[in-house]
């Protein structure tokens, strides 16, 4: 059976992290799976976990009252679901379903941010990974707000 | 066209004269009858074309495009749509977006349109024999590569890995629906579909195609990336692709601008030193990446 550190060195967001940091990683982290349909997380909820995707698929959705919950990405494997663990006052922003059956890691947010806080260089390196996904996230926000697909593009 | 030679590279040739050698009127538009009208999406369809008078079709590249003439209403520039390889008939995909187009859609069977072409450059499927074909499609953009699909599966052997990465506005905007269906079924093929957005019933990918690009494995040392789709979409593939290791010779994208004669003698599509219509539509991206980001071109 493949251990916790192993598979963490390997997945796209924690490769080349030092091994001392990624020995800290691993205390904090568990092996998880959902049932199609189950909800990983949903608005307003505590945020103090995020997610690496191993395999299956995760839905973002925020739900409106006159389409029900819409879906605004898919996220799979390699991916990572969740920063708002990372960013006062710590609450889910959006509903976060398995569209399949999922395998993922789950970290737990509170114990991180206690070891960023204590060890900045840990704090640093996680934040600069995030910032990658942010910027990669926001990119792909602003191009779906241009309708590209639209008569005018 | 003639016995053109295409390259699909973005060289400059000279100007063409206004008739040929053989006293043919590049101008004069021949007439085809429309075989068959098949709505695609609720703005999109697509014309089955033959020849009129009985003679066969010129020979086309994909990724090449004839100028359309609906009687009456204009003529517009189209993609080739159809399979190469099928000699007896033209296919177009068409958005009704304008005046000539939405006058195309009242059209029936049994109807006639003039056909002039097929004109333009095409895409490398020669040079991409032995290595790796990413296809990055977006919207109707989709429909200038199907060409490519038709072309490469019938001499599947001959390439690496074949991945099309296809996205578009909603589930019900997935344009050639049971065709993508058959080639992602296919086990030598990756086939790849997101849409913008989506319902809770939609259980495929939403969000936007340069997304995928850093799903799928493909080896980008011996790989080929063929896009089409809006300008924009067009830009942010391309860098994705630049990330995964493709260098802009690597890259080649298919352009549209308001092209009218088809031929290189209006100028109405002249794009920088290019005219789209005679030096492209299909440009390697090296020889255009720098003009992308220039508004007033």
């Given at each position: 059976?493949e251990?916790?550190?192993g598979?963490?060195?390997?997945?796209?967001?924690?490769?080349d992290?030092?091994?001392?940091?990624?020995k800290?990683?691993?205390?904090?982290?568990?092996?998880?799976?959902?049932?199609?349909g189950?909800?990983?997380?949903?608005?307003?909820?505590?945020?103090?976990?995020?997610?690496?995707?191993?395999g299956?698929s995760?839905?973002?959705?925020?739900?409106?009252?006159?389409k029900?919950?819409v879906?605004?990405?898919?996220?799979?494997?390699?991916?990572?679901?969740?920063?708002?663990?990372l960013?006062?006052p710590?609450?889910?922003r959006?509903?976060?379903?398995?569209?399949?059956p999922?395998r993922?890691?789950?970290?737990d947010?509170?114990?991180?941010?206690?070891?960023?806080?204590?060890?900045?260089?840990?704090?640093y390196?996680l934040?600069?990974?995030?910032?990658?996904?942010?910027e990669?996230r926001?990119q792909?926000?602003?191009?779906?707000?241009l309708?590209?697909?639209?008569?005018?593009? | 066209?003639?016995?053109?030679?295409?390259?699909?590279?973005a060289?400059?040739?000279?100007?063409?004269?206004?008739?040929?050698?053989?006293?043919?009127?590049?101008?004069?538009?021949a007439?085809?009858?429309?075989?068959?009208?098949r709505?695609?999406?609720?703005d999109?369809?697509?014309?089955?074309?033959?020849?009129?008078?009985?003679?066969?079709?010129?020979?086309?590249?994909?990724?090449?495009?004839n100028m359309l003439?609906?009687?009456?209403?204009?003529?517009?520039?189209?993609?080739?749509?159809?399979?190469?390889?099928?000699?007896?008939?033209l296919?177009?995909?068409?958005?009704?977006?304008?005046?000539v187009?939405?006058?195309?859609?009242?059209?029936?069977?049994?109807?006639v349109?003039?056909v002039?072409?097929?004109?333009?450059?095409h895409?490398?499927?020669?040079?991409?024999?032995?290595r790796?074909?990413?296809?990055v499609?977006?919207g109707?953009?989709l429909a200038?590569?199907?060409?490519?699909?038709?072309?490469?599966?019938?001499?599947?052997?001959s390439?690496?890995?074949?991945?099309?990465?296809?996205?578009?506005?909603?589930?019900?905007?997935?344009?050639?629906?049971?065709?993508?269906?058959?080639?992602?079924?296919?086990?030598?093929?990756?086939?790849?579909?997101?849409v913008?957005?989506?319902?809770?019933?939609?259980r495929?990918?939403?969000g936007?195609?340069?997304?995928?690009?850093?799903?799928?494995?493909?080896?980008?040392?011996n790989?080929?990336?063929?896009?089409?789709?809006?300008?924009?979409m067009?830009?942010?593939?391309?860098?994705?692709?630049?990330?995964?290791?493709l260098?802009v010779?690597?890259?080649?994208?298919?352009?549209?601008?308001?092209?009218k004669?088809?031929?290189?003698?209006?100028?109405?599509?002249?794009?920088?030193?290019?005219?789209v219509?005679?030096?492209?539509?299909?440009?390697?991206?090296?020889g255009?990446?720098?003009?992308?980001?220039?508004?007033?071109?």
């Open positions: 059976m251990s916790l550190e598979i963490l060195s390997e997945h796209a967001f924690f490769k992290l030092s091994p001392d940091h990624l800290i990683v691993v205390g904090c982290a568990s092996n998880v799976r959902f049932e199609p189950q909800f990983l997380f949903r608005e307003g909820g505590d945020a103090d976990t995020f997610y690496l995707i191993r299956g995760i839905a973002l959705e925020i739900f409106t009252t006159q029900g919950p879906t605004i990405q898919t996220i799979g494997p390699g991916d990572v679901v969740g920063w708002s663990w960013i006062p710590y609450h889910w959006f509903d976060a379903r398995a569209v399949e999922t993922a890691i789950a970290l947010g509170k114990c991180l941010r206690g070891k960023c806080d204590a060890d900045h260089s840990l704090g390196e934040m600069k990974r995030f910032a990658h996904i942010m990669s926001l792909a926000a602003r191009l779906q707000l309708d590209l697909y639209g008569v005018h593009n | 066209m003639g016995d053109k030679v295409l390259t699909g590279d060289s400059v040739q000279s100007p063409p004269s206004r008739v040929t050698s053989s006293g043919v009127d590049p101008m004069m538009p007439p085809y009858r429309i075989l068959r009208v709505q695609e999406l609720h999109t369809f697509t014309f089955t074309l033959a020849s009129a008078d009985g003679s066969t079709r010129p020979n086309f590249a994909p990724g090449q495009f003439y609906a009687f009456g209403a204009g003529e517009v520039p189209i993609s080739i749509s159809g399979n190469p390889a099928d000699t007896n008939v296919v177009h995909t068409i958005r009704s977006v304008g005046s187009t939405n006058a195309m859609r009242k059209l029936r069977r049994d109807d349109i003039g002039r072409g097929p004109y333009g450059s895409w490398p499927v020669a040079e991409a024999e032995g790796d074909v990413v296809i499609a977006g109707i953009g200038p590569l199907r060409p490519v699909m038709y072309y490469v599966l019938a001499r599947r052997r390439y690496g890995k074949v991945v099309l990465l296809y996205g578009t506005r909603s589930p019900d905007d997935i344009l050639y629906r049971r065709e993508l269906e058959r080639w992602r079924a296919r086990l030598d093929l990756e086939v790849h579909i997101t913008d957005r989506a319902g809770g019933d939609w495929g990918n939403v936007v195609v340069t997304a995928l690009i850093s799903k799928v494995p493909w080896d980008p040392s790989a080929i990336a063929l896009i089409c789709g809006p300008e924009v067009m830009r942010f593939a391309a860098l994705e692709l630049q990330g995964r290791g260098s010779e690597q890259i080649y994208a298919s352009m549209e601008r308001n092209m004669c088809g031929i290189g003698l209006c100028g109405h599509c002249q794009w920088g030193r290019f005219f219509c005679k030096d492209g539509p299909v440009f390697p991206f090296s255009v990446k720098s003009m992308l980001t220039v508004w007033e071109l």
